[in-house]
């Protein structure tokens, strides 16, 4: 039932989520101007919406993480300012982004995927499986 | 090109690495019976989510896992025709003695060239980092063989057509 009412408060949610999710990508899209690709992915991967079930703001917020995720060039110093309880939410993105099967969009999650399991260890790769209520 | 093979790679021995904990798990919906959770797919508690990794738009790894199973499917990179039917016809000799491999399943995953099924029998006969060990070498070697395939049917039908129309000098 908890899960009911949730679903009842989202449809509503939808609109204010998808409003924040462009607001964040009109900030985002200016942090990259400023060449800050590293704070640009943190703003990113912040406003995450969990407990979404709508596709809509799903692929919104994908869009706007897969825009700050290919404006990265320097891989290991991304990680070496990145905060680790971001950890989790990039590696279920970067699984998003392999799935895709664009090929630039790959190399880049594939590049970001090594790194992070070297930093984060296989206890990342195996909470992005079994997390199954809070997907991207 | 050879560094993002081993990017792929890579990336699919990590998270094959943490796919494969895998348990014992008798059926829960008829006694007596154990069932791989992975092909059955009834209960969704006892399955984690589908991981794809596409290397590019032609190739692409599919790893299910669940309780009890996990199961890996692999679309293998076909240029032309000639590779599309040497892929086919070899992995389906592959797949035909698949009682052999003991991972290999019989039939693909509709989508894909090749399926395996490993389950958690598989991982206590064998030891877990060898079997991720195979399925990497399986890709690799796949790759070379097809090219080999496709060099020998080549030259054959070169000497051939040579061979044939000699007589017409």
């Known amino acids: 039932m908890m899960a009911g009412a949730e679903k009842f408060v989202e449809a509503d949610n939808a609109e204010a989520i998808i409003t924040r999710i462009e607001h964040k990508s009109r900030k985002i899209e200016s942090l ?26 799903k692929s919104a917020n994908w869009i706007v993480v897969h825009r700050a995720l290919m404006a990265i060039k320097d891989v290991e110093g ?45 206890g990342c790769i195996l909470r992005s499986l079994a997390d199954t209520v809070n997907t991207v | 090109m050879a560094n993002t093979l081993r990017l792929y790679l890579t990336c699919i021995r990590n998270t094959l690495e943490a796919a494969m904990c895998l348990q ?35 190739e692409k790894c599919l790893i ?43 039939k693909p995953v509709q989508g894909y060239d090749i399926s395996f099924l490993i389950t958690n029998y598989h991982c206590e006969e064998m030891q877990k980092q060898k079997l991720i060990d195979f399925i990497v070498q399986f890709m690799e070697d796949i ?27």
């Open chain 1, 32 to 57: 990259l101007k400023q060449n800050k690709p590293v704070e640009a992915l943190k703003t990113a991967l912040e406003g995450s919406p969990p407990m979404t079930r709508d596709e809509r703001c």
């Open chain 1, 78 to 122: 991304m990680f070496s300012s990145l905060d680790p309880e971001y950890y989790d939410i990039l590696m279920k993105y970067l699984y998003r982004g392999l799935s895709t099967g664009d090929r630039p969009t790959c190399d880049q999650c594939l590049r970001i995927h090594e790194k992070l399991t070297e930093r984060a260890g296989l």
């Open chain 2, 24 to 58: 014992n798990f008798p059926c829960q919906e008829v006694e007596r019976h154990n069932k791989p959770e992975v092909e059955l797919k009834t209960s969704p508690e006892l399955l984690l989510n589908p991981v794809l990794i596409c290397r590019n738009e032609a």
């Open chain 2, 64 to 106: 299910e896992t669940s309780i009890n199973s996990l199961r890996i499917s692999l679309k293998v990179k076909q240029a032309d025709e000639l590779e599309n039917i040497l892929t086919k016809k070899f992995l389906r000799f592959l797949s035909m003695r698949a009682e052999a491999f003991q991972v290999l399943r019989r």
């Open chain 2, 143 to 169: 790759d070379k063989e097809i090219s080999e395939l496709k060099m020998s049917v080549n030259t054959r039908g070169r000497l051939v057509a040579t061979e044939f129309l000699k007589q017409f000098v």
